[in-house]
């Protein structure tokens, strides 16, 4: 979030518009999303979290992607943003928990 918010033009030209979300093995290091996925797998096989990697990492993803863009869009102030985020993330993973 703070990333979006610090680098607001690079955010906008990236997610300013739909993107996709495929996440895939073939792209490698390259692939934005392969760390989640592989964090989210460590959960998964520690039993904190339960459920399919690829629908926690989406839930994750469209969540952050509404929060950063309704404050870059100037609908949050930054403090609302910051204490929104730090509630959002923990919620969302609970609907993942074990």
Do not use: C, K, N
Not at 20 to 39: K, N, Y
Not at 76 to 84: N, P, Y
């Amino acid at each position: 979030m703070r990333r979006g918010r610090e680098h607001r033009h690079i955010y906008t030209a990236l997610f300013g518009g739909v993107q996709s979300f495929e996440p895939s093995g073939d792209v490698g290091a390259a692939d934005p999303v392969r760390p989640l996925i592989e964090a989210i797998d460590r959960a998964l096989s520690a039993s904190v979290l339960s459920g399919d990697a690829t629908s926690i990492a989406l839930s994750l993803w469209v969540t952050l992607h509404g929060l950063v863009t309704l404050e870059l869009a100037g609908a949050l102030d930054t403090a609302t943003a910051e204490t929104t985020f730090r509630s959002t993330i923990p919620a969302a993973l609970r609907g993942s928990a074990a």
